[in-house]
């Protein structure tokens, strides 16, 4: 017991040393990618797109000019295998809400592993989990924990179904791969997309538009599943609206979080907006970086799952559970909330003031905590410069996405002045219409 303490208590010295390593990165020349391209080469010959998470291949970010590999990392930094070091904005896709090796994580990791990973039957840190998930998260009663938000998403599409007795779903946005959350696609059998409409809305025309579908169709469905657009706020008047549609129409509203809970506010955009779900869905900030997913809800609905066979033999596995349970605590334990926007704010206001003063507009948009690049709203325009952007950083020590980036609890503002300072130069470049330097290396 002494041993597990030992391992689980977090001084003041481990969360300063984890916030700013010792090795900062450094403006420099075109990227050493040896590695990369030797490691890509063997992926290619024994895995179907080189990687198993579709966001993280290559061509997402700017291939040739951009590492491939990450070695490891370190609070807001991380180093290719390269050896180059950087300041991360990726962010594990938004998962890593803390930053990366967070001592929360890595202690729990090594005093939880010694008692094994995943045991015949339940274990305590199913029920503690559970009671510290629904203490933080406003209107939840009851949780069921999974692996991933695609399975979150489809488990209260599934509960909705049996819930209304409908089978048609209307989704905002994207939530996952499996069949019934992807409408048309190759592979998925025209008689499961014809119960799927997805739409997006990335105007106030479109807004308009889905909530005239909803009014229209709502009798018909089972549930209306929202994700926000990225770039793009949504409001609290359309949630309100969309709320009363599905009241009328007994249509259940699921807010898909996944990506906006435990980092616009614990429960995401609906606490943040003021308005209940009837169900919402978890993951990537759910554990810090460790897979874990949940769907979640008040107790008259939740009670459901009780006789659905949602099941899966990893969701009770307990390095998650307890790493979940650590991190939720960390959430508690600083202005974790009011700091990443913050932080995320002075990001957007200052790389948009850079773009106008080189004559070009505004560039970052969305949510403070999770600015969002779009340089054009035509998809091939924005995916050039984005793709010179990116490329421009990563030359100078900064890594970002073409589109949603992230704020974790680790960056400190001298690293946010550091990616203003890179972007200066890349703008500065892209302005003039000079490329931003690639290295010789480049994906096949």
């Known amino acids: 017991m002494r041993a597990r303490r030992l391992h689980r208590a977090i001084s003041p010295e481990q969360r300063t040393a984890h916030a700013v390593p010792a090795v900062r990165p450094q403006p420099g020349g075109p990227l050493r990618l040896a590695r990369s391209q030797q490691l890509a080469d063997r992926a290619m010959a024994v895995t179907p797109g080189m990687t198993h998470t579709y966001h993280k291949r290559p061509e997402n970010f700017a291939p040739g000019a951009y590492p491939t590999y990450l070695e490891r990392g370190d609070g807001a930094v991380v180093w290719d295998v390269d050896g180059q070091a950087y300041v991360d904005f990726v962010c594990a896709l938004g998962a890593a809400t803390l930053g990366h090796n967070h001592p929360a994580v890595s202690n729990t990791l090594r005093e939880r592993a010694g008692r094994g990973v995943l045991l015949s039957l339940p274990t305590p840190a199913e029920v503690s989990a559970a009671e510290s998930f629904t203490a933080q998260v406003p209107g939840v009663d009851m949780v069921r924990f999974l692996k991933t938000g695609a399975e979150a998403c489809s488990a209260a599409i599934r509960l909705a179904r049996s819930l209304t007795g409908r089978d048609a779903v209307l989704l905002v946005g994207y939530h996952g791969w499996h069949d019934q959350l992807m409408g048309s696609a190759p592979g998925i059998p025209p008689s499961v997309a014809a119960l799927t409409r997805r739409t997006h809305l990335d105007s106030p025309d479109a807004e308009e538009q889905f909530c005239a579908d909803l009014d229209r169709r709502g009798d018909q469905l089972a549930a209306v599943m929202v994700s926000t657009p990225y770039h793009r706020q949504l409001d609290a008047a359309l949630l309100q609206r969309v709320r009363q549609l599905c009241d009328r129409t007994g249509t259940l509203l699921i807010l898909d979080e996944v990506v906006t809970g435990f980092r616009l506010a614990p429960g995401g ?176």
């Open 269 to 444: 955009l609906g606490q943040l907006r003021g308005v209940a779900a009837d169900l919402l869905c978890f993951s990537k900030g759910l554990a810090a970086g460790m897979p874990l997913a949940a769907v979640a809800g008040p107790r008259h609905i939740m009670s459901a799952f009780a006789t659905q066979r949602v099941s899966s033999t990893f969701a009770g596995e307990a390095l998650s559970l307890e790493v979940m349970k650590a991190t939720l605590q960390e959430y508690t334990t600083d202005d974790y909330y009011g700091r990443i926007a913050r932080l995320g704010r002075r990001l957007r206001t200052g790389l948009n003031a850079a773009a106008r003063r080189r004559g070009m507009p505004n560039f970052v948009f969305g949510y403070d905590p999770m600015p969002c690049l779009r340089f054009s709203a035509d998809p091939t325009e924005h995916a050039r410069t984005a793709e010179a952007f990116l490329a421009g950083m990563a030359r100078r020590g900064v890594l970002m996405r073409r589109d949603v980036n992230f704020v974790c609890a680790a960056h400190q503002e001298e690293q946010i002045d550091f990616a203003l300072a890179a972007a200066d130069g890349v703008l500065s470049e892209i302005a003039v219409g000079t490329p931003a330097p690639v290295a010789p290396a480049v994906l096949r």
